[in-house]
């Protein structure tokens, strides 16, 4: 079995050796290649069934989804007529879209800037090692370590307008209150402030184990030419913590572009539509109410996929550009 | 050499992946209709209820296995979570495996009948003549009736006896909404809170609103009406006085609710199911007064027994047994304790009343009570009721004044 997995294996690669053997040895020799062949594609099933079960498919439905008409009439019959782009120009043209849209490019770019400034800031401090700096360092876990449930209906009691905790320090100190998850101006900023706590934490252990494969002797190099503090960092440490930047931002985009749990427990996407990102939209379309609008919810989700995909593309293409 | 290994093993792996994706897609489409249920074994029926705080060992439970005996068959009960009930009954009719029995919330059923998937009493002999009619509104649509109430609950308005009497303020003087408003303004002035209800954005939040709506004699196919203003208006001037906390415009029902046990506020708007803990606590009630008097038509609650489709439909006859059997006077009211809900019946309603006297607000308020998808709406109900809480929170906010707020609503429902 071992040795028909070897030719499986390097099978391509040895061509013209194979053949060598095959033209020395008798008729026999062909056979164990083509079994070897068939044990490859058994030995690739499970992660091809498994792809196609579980993303593939989901991903050809929701396309189908969003190509048709479906009503829950349609739904249960299954004969759903084909619409093209209907539902596309149905939630493009929906007043709801300019600022579902504004609303998740603010929320995504707001929410990385702070979390991955913050989190780089608090890496480069916690890597001077001084007393307590592990502790302290795990103490900053634990936004990460919370269920968002929990971290979420957390904040809502702390900026409730009338009881929270946040109003209560206002008002102690002689500020005006200010009604967070209420009013329209402030519900996303509300919520942006929950996802930037629980963010930090991520971006601060990816950032950290970066700094640590960064060799002391550059900094010591510097030192020695007598830079600063302020220069070791912009000339050293932020350049060659560009490949770990450049995934902890990916990641953090992609994550914060479907961030629901936070925003549907503290606002529900409101006051109105104040705090509707794509995420909430596509949701509150398709399980909203108790009438699912199940195409152009399944539209508002390819278009968040797509959205994804593009920041995906940038991404790639930008760390070939640094192996080149 | 090794990348070209692993381009050739992708390219593979994708062909494989789109033939079975044709093969997975053909099967879905032959799937449906299949055998389901109806294969199980002789004598085996299905039912599904949104109580998944009942187990086997609950009186509900036992209540339907002793209607099932009598029937002369077992039945097989599964309990799901209310938010999830619709969506499983969608898809277990799409796959053809409906159960035989299912429980589900009154605003669902007109559309569980939309898509096709229930039956209505003229096909599977449902006796359901003496059901109070305004409950059994839910259940209407096109003049067939789709299901039976297992029983009902509603909104009213509960008090705090101590935070009045220190106002000066005397709750049977309380008939209309001047009467409340100087009442509220009588409460306020005395240091205390006002009033809480809940304004969230989601269906809680219309249901909440209804009342008033209703009460202002207001209609749900015209949302910009002068009489759905003037409710409109009268939440926006409590929130925008302090008569009402700014928090409702995000109170679900059990955070308002909480904020009332504080024991700072004067009046609560809340349903039946609080009742239990309103009586320990101190607290009275009374039904939602109309703008010019009399109780305000509150909208019901409860779940409704429906018999989804079956290929068999020799089984109708034996789910309607069951049905009939759990919903008869001497089986519900217990049930309907249980649930803390007001029962559907007449009949049933005076037994309710004779153990517990204090129903009597609650059965008053029931009576006053309109079912949402009622007046023939059925699934329009979903659409309007979306605009209708946006609107109700673009005004309490102050984005939009209650008319410009309500035309906008008036024209995003229409127009869908």
């Known amino acids: ?324 | 050499m090794s990348t070209s290994i692993t381009r050739t093993r992708a390219l593979g792996a994708l062909a494989i992946g789109a033939v079975a994706v044709g093969v997975l897609a053909g099967c879905s489409g032959g799937g449906a209709g299949g055998s389901g249920s109806t294969d199980a074994t002789g004598g085996t029926y299905t039912f599904w209820d949104p109580y998944p705080q009942y187990d086997a060992s609950s009186d509900w439970a036992k209540v339907i296995d002793k209607c099932a005996a009598d029937a002369g068959v077992t039945v097989e009960r599964t309990g799901f979570d209310t938010s999830d009930l619709t969506s499983k009954a969608l898809l277990a009719g799409q796959q053809g495996d409906s159960p035989d029995i299912l429980l589900i919330d009154n605003p669902a059923v007109s559309t569980l009948v939309e898509a096709g998937i229930v039956t209505a009493t003229d096909e599977n002999g449902l006796q359901v003549g003496d059901v109070a009619e305004n409950i059994l509104g839910a259940s209407v649509v096109d003049g067939k009736t789709y299901g039976v109430p297992i029983g009902a609950n509603t909104l009213a308005l509960y008090y705090n006896p101590s935070v009045l009497s220190a106002a000066g303020v005397d709750p049977s003087s309380i008939k209309d909404w001047s009467s409340l408003n100087s009442a509220i303004e009588k409460v306020v002035a005395s240091g205390k809170k006002g009033i809480t209800f809940s304004g969230i954005g989601t269906e809680e939040g219309s249901f909440q609103f209804l009342p008033w709506f209703w009460g202002a004699g207001a209609d749900l196919t015209q949302l910009d009406s002068s009489q759905a203003v003037s409710a409109v208006q009268l939440w926006t001037d409590w929130v925008k006085k302090g008569w009402a906390p700014n928090s409702v415009i995000n109170n679900t029902q059990t955070t308002s609710w909480q904020e009332f046990q504080t024991g700072d506020f004067g009046f609560a708007e809340n349903g039946t199911w609080q009742k239990a803990g309103a009586a320990k606590a101190g607290y009275e009630v009374m039904p939602i007064p109309a703008a010019k008097g009399g109780a305000a038509p509150a909208p019901t609650g409860g779940e409704f027994l429906t018999l989804p489709v079956q290929k068999d439909s020799a089984r109708y006859a034996t789910s309607s047994k069951i049905v009939e059997c759990l919903t008869s006077t001497a089986n519900v009211v217990d049930t309907d304790n249980t649930l803390n809900y007001i029962a559907a019946t007449p009949e049933a309603q005076k037994a309710q009343l004779a153990k517990d006297p204090t129903l009597e607000p609650w059965i008053e308020a029931v009576g006053a009570a309109k079912a949402r998808t009622g007046d023939n709406l059925g699934v329009k109900y979903p659409v309007i009721s979306e605009q209708l809480w946006t609107a109700v929170q673009n005004s309490l906010t102050g984005a939009q004044s209650p008319q410009d707020a309500l035309k906008a609503a008036q024209q995003a429902a229409s127009s869908k």
């Open chain 1, 1 to 324: 079995m071992t040795a028909t997995q070897i030719t499986a294996s390097t099978g391509t690669g040895d061509t013209g050796r194979a053949a060598e053997r095959s033209a020395a040895l008798p008729t026999p020799g062909r056979r164990p290649r083509r079994r070897g062949q068939w044990a490859a594609w058994a030995f690739l099933a499970p992660v091809v069934v498994y792809l196609v079960v579980f993303y593939a498919y989901p991903l050809y439905r929701n396309l189908d989804l969003s190509l048709r008409d479906y009503t829950v009439r349609s739904f249960i019959d299954g004969n759903a007529p084909f619409v093209w782009f209907a539902n596309y120009v149905a939630v493009f043209q929906d007043p709801t879209f300019w600022p579902a849209l504004a609303n998740t490019a603010t929320f995504t770019l707001v929410s990385i800037a702070f979390q991955y400034s913050i989190g780089m800031a608090l890496a480069v401090f916690f890597f001077q090692r001084f007393p307590l700096s592990a502790t302290l360092r795990a103490l900053f876990l634990v936004p990460w370590l919370l269920p968002l449930l929990v971290s979420a209906s957390a904040w809502s009691w702390m900026l409730n307008s009338d009881s929270g905790v946040v109003n209560a320090a206002l008002s102690a100190a002689g500020i005006e209150p200010v009604n967070w998850l209420t009013s329209p101006q402030w519900a996303l900023v509300s919520v942006l402030i929950a996802n930037i706590w629980i963010g930090v934490p991520f971006n601060l252990v990816i950032l950290y184990s970066g700094l640590q494969n960064i060799s002391t002797d550059i900094y010591e190099a510097a030192s020695i030419d007598g830079a600063n503090a302020w220069q070791k960092f912009w000339r050293i440490t932020f350049p060659l913590l560009r490949p770990v930047s450049a995934i902890t931002i990916l990641l953090g985009l992609v994550y914060t572009l479907k961030v629901f749990d936070i925003i549907w427990i503290m606002t529900r996407g409101g006051p109105g539509s104040s705090s509707t990102t794509f995420a909430i939209w596509s949701y509150r379309l398709g399980f909203g109410s108790a009438l699912p609008d199940l195409s152009p919810a399944a539209a508002v989700g390819n278009l968040l996929i797509v959205i994804a995909l593009v920041f995906g593309l940038i991404y790639i293409r930008a760390q070939r550009r640094l192996e080149v």
